[in-house]
């Protein structure tokens, strides 16, 4: 329902509501008061506003995010060759509940 | 001239369009068949017959990075005499002008149209001009709140010979040539003008510049060198996917490889930010060009010797087609598979 | 960000799953029109389903809507400011904005609500009217416009909205459309309301929900993980967008949609009305609204158009006997042809129709 890049935050004008940011050459004026972010940053941005601070770094982690998420329906095949398949899933992500990765 | 805008009284036929006619018009465009200034101008009939074409300017804003309506109205109609094989020799251009334009902007317009027909080899034999009253939209979006004057449209017919045959016994380009396995090429990034001029009227700053260019380079050294060449359109408004099915038939489509079509980053970026389709974006500087498949390497090597041409590349091939199957697929990135059907409606951005 | 034969991998693992059917419903436009465009739907074997959900706030917003927006671009000395997708809908007399623009109503695209504070500054006297749609992904920014023009004093605003909360409409899902096996959930919209606004949907109902974001790899991602979630009888929130999607969500626009809108009933085209399932302005900002309250469905139903059903994956565009011969993108009869996000105009554009030879 909502498309939405995004781009590097370049400058915030002297009311601090509105920026400037770039999307690979592409520069477009955005609303800035629905999140916290500082020149330097990538926000996504949907319809003119920021709608969050995008965190490059868990991006590149979502290899890894994978990989364990892997290494768990691997464990969940296992099990299911046994006799209960909702044996112990409590333990198996707490990543995935909740919050990112750091 | 020393008015600062034009007024109706410059297309009232008096001396205001006379001095028009005489300080910009013909000054600009002077060569021996406009400068009688007669009521036609009288050509001599080339040999290989004549290609005949016309088309109509209309764009907001008049001047953008690239170009403007002048070199437009230039390179749009001598575009589509190379098309054909024809190589263009005279132009006609008709001008309506609103009221209220700058005369300076009509100034710098017929100029780069000058500048453009004498790069492009063509001569502008006849023309007319028009003043309106303001029509109240300029053809394109005035701002909310306010009414826009100051329109320019402009008309410009061409007339080429027929240099180059086509590679058949009808002696001509078309896609009764195609066959399956003929390879699909387009000369060069796409989607740059339509990205340059929304970017204007949208006030997203970048570095897009239109691509407005008259090909006639890269097709006469095609058809000299040999190439066998089945068809080529030039790739306008609707863009690639529109033109490719005008030229699928019945019995043959198009199979597109999605990593193949060249774009500029900048483009692509510009193109997510909005939602739009690259496939369906305008250009007007670039063309489709069919070849045989033996002869793709060479057509390749030709285009990439060309400075308009330098990311030309083969997107795609001829294939069979069933009946009741999709002229033109495209196969994805990921290794799917999709339909490029032609452009419903307007490209507008949309945020969903 | 995700390796390639790592996608391969997925790819080879979707293609060949043949194990008990699999509906799962992308709840967002935007994710039907990526998997289209990557033609992802080729790429999964026979027994995985993809069904389109309600998330085009264009296809939900009932005609009577239009009729509004209508309304104010035929006033003298109004402008209608509206996104480019919502130009081609119908309202009930059949006529649509861009239509009424053709005739003289003054209606103008916009791509940001705030490009309105500059239009309304410099023409006091007219009146611009935002046609304001959307989920939560969007209403930050009509939250954020109305802040300004408060601050500006601009009077000659107002929004005419149709805002859409998603939350109690996948309640209604989920508590209708018992087989649909797991959802993709939208990643913009969990951007602004987080992944654990999830969690008591995939627990009372009992369904996995994996967010993805809207690359066609990180679409191929969430689908496996919805797969193996599946497979493994989970029914478990899972956070495939995390550089973008927090648990908690933004907690600072969740506060700004806060302070300028509250809750109420929403009339949702195909789905009728919704308890809590809309956006209002509040009572102190009334002053900026266009007149967005009591907007119902009463669009005359006419049953050959499947529009109703196929907004809740029931059934599919071309099972539609309208689509493709009495309802196409240039004549549209419903709203799920009429917007580019709708999952009728994203199949007649894209979709290969079944028995086209992949000649590869």
Not at chain 2, 265 to 277: I, K, Q
Request: aromatic residues 6%; contains cysteine.
């Amino acid at each position: 329902m909502c498309i939405a890049l995004p781009g590097k935050l370049l400058e915030i004008d002297v009311t601090g509501l509105v920026g400037k940011v770039d999307f690979q050459g592409n520069t477009i004026s955005v609303m800035l008061g629905a999140v916290d972010a500082v020149p330097g940053d990538y926000v996504l941005v949907h319809a003119g506003c920021a709608i969050e601070v995008v965190e490059q770094d868990v991006a590149q982690d979502l290899m890894s995010l994978f990989a364990e998420l892997e290494a768990a329906y691997a464990e969940d095949e296992k099990s299911s060759a046994g006799d209960d398949p909702e044996s112990d899933r409590e333990s198996l992500f707490p990543l995935f509940q909740g919050d990112a990765p750091s | 001239m020393k008015n600062e805008r034009i007024t109706l009284a410059h297309g009232s036929g008096g001396s205001a369009t006379r001095d028009l006619i005489a300080d910009l018009f013909a000054s600009c465009f002077a060569n021996p068949f406009l400068d009688r200034l007669e009521d036609a101008a009288l050509l001599a009939r080339p040999e290989g017959g004549v290609a005949l074409t016309t088309d109509s300017y209309v764009i907001t804003p008049l001047v953008f990075p690239g170009g403007d309506i002048g070199k437009l109205a230039v390179c749009g109609t001598v575009n589509d005499l190379w098309m054909m094989g024809a190589e263009p020799r005279f132009l006609t251009a008709g001008f309506i002008i609103e009221e209220g334009l700058d005369y300076a902007i009509l100034d710098s317009v017929v100029k780069s149209m000058a500048r453009e027909a004498a790069a492009q080899n063509v001569l502008v034999v006849t023309g007319d001009t028009k003043v309106v009253g303001a029509l109240g939209s300029s053809g394109g979006q005035a701002a909310a709140g306010q009414t826009a004057t100051g329109g320019l449209f402009i008309n410009t017919c061409g007339l080429g010979s027929r240099v180059f045959q086509g590679v058949s016994a009808e002696k001509s380009l078309g896609r009764e040539h195609l066959r399956e396995g003929d390879a699909v090429l387009v000369s060069g990034v796409l989607g740059n003008h339509q990205a340059c001029i929304l970017s204007r009227r949208l006030g997203i700053e970048n570095g897009i510049a239109s691509d407005c260019a008259g090909l006639g380079g890269m097709v006469r050294a095609l058809l000299r060198e040999g190439v066998r060449v089945k068809l080529m359109r030039d790739i306008t408004r609707g863009g690639l996917a529109t033109v490719l099915n005008e030229i699928v038939r019945d019995d043959l489509g198009i199979r597109l490889e999605e990593r193949e079509i060249p774009v500029d980053g900048e483009v692509e970026a510009f193109c997510g930010l909005l939602g739009l389709d690259l496939l369906y974006m305008a250009n007007e500087g670039k063309f489709v060009c069919v070849v045989e498949n033996r002869d793709v390497t060479r057509a390749l090597a030709i285009l990439h010797q060309n400075e308009l041409g330098t990311r030309a590349a083969v997107v795609g091939h001829v294939t069979a087609r069933n009946q009741g199957e999709p002229g033109v697929l495209l196969m994805t990135r990921l290794g799917g598979i999709r339909v490029v059907d032609v452009l419903y409606g307007e490209g507008l951005p949309r945020i969903c | 960000m995700i390796d390639q034969s790592r996608i391969r991998d997925i790819v080879a693992e979707l293609g060949g799953y043949s194990g008990e059917p699999l509906r799962f419903m992308e709840i967002c436009g935007t994710h039907t029109s990526s998997i289209f465009r990557h033609g992802i739907r080729d790429l999964l074997g026979n027994s995985i389903h993809l069904i389109s959900g309600p998330g085009c706030p264009v296809c939900v917003t009932p005609a009577v809507y239009i009729d509004r927006a209508l309304a104010w671009a035929r006033r003298p000395g109004c402008v209608v400011l509206s996104f480019g997708d919502m130009m081609k809908v119908p309202g009930s007399e059949g006529e649509s904005l861009g239509q009424a623009q053709g005739n003289g109503a003054r209606v103008q695209i916009i791509y940001a609500p705030h490009e309105v504070l500059t239009m309304a500054g410099n023409s006091p006297e007219t009146t611009f009217v935002v046609a304001a749609v959307g989920f939560e992904t969007t209403i930050p920014s009509y939250a954020l416009l109305v802040q300004e023009a408060g601050r500006l004093g601009l009077s000659n605003i107002r929004l005419l909205t149709a805002l859409k909360r998603l939350i109690p409409a996948l309640h209604f899902i989920c508590r209708n459309e018992t087989d649909i096996s797991g959802y993709l959930a939208p990643g913009h919209v969990s951007a602004i309301l987080g992944s654990e606004v999830y969690i008591p949907l995939a627990e009372k109902y009992h369904r996995p929900f994996t967010v993805a974001g809207f690359h066609g790899e990180q679409i191929l991602v969430a689908i496996f993980d919805l797969m193996r979630q599946c497979r493994g009888k989970r029914a478990e929130v899972h956070n495939f967008y995390p550089e973008a999607v927090k648990a908690e969500g933004n907690l600072k626009a969740q506060a700004v949609i806060d302070s300028c809108f509250e809750p109420g009933v929403a009339a949702w085209r195909g789905l009728g009305s919704i308890e809590e399932s809309g956006f209002y302005l509040k009572e102190e900002l009334r002053e900026f609204d266009g007149g967005s309250f009591g907007i119902e469905d009463t669009t005359p139903e006419n049953p050959a158009c499947r529009c109703a059903q196929v907004v809740v994956g029931r059934v599919a565009p071309d099972e539609c006997p309208w689509f493709g011969s009495v309802c196409t993108p240039l004549n549209p009869k419903g709203p799920c042809m009429v917007s580019g996000e709708g999952s009728c105009g994203i199949w007649y554009r894209y979709r290969v129709p079944q028995g086209t030879a992949l000649r590869r």
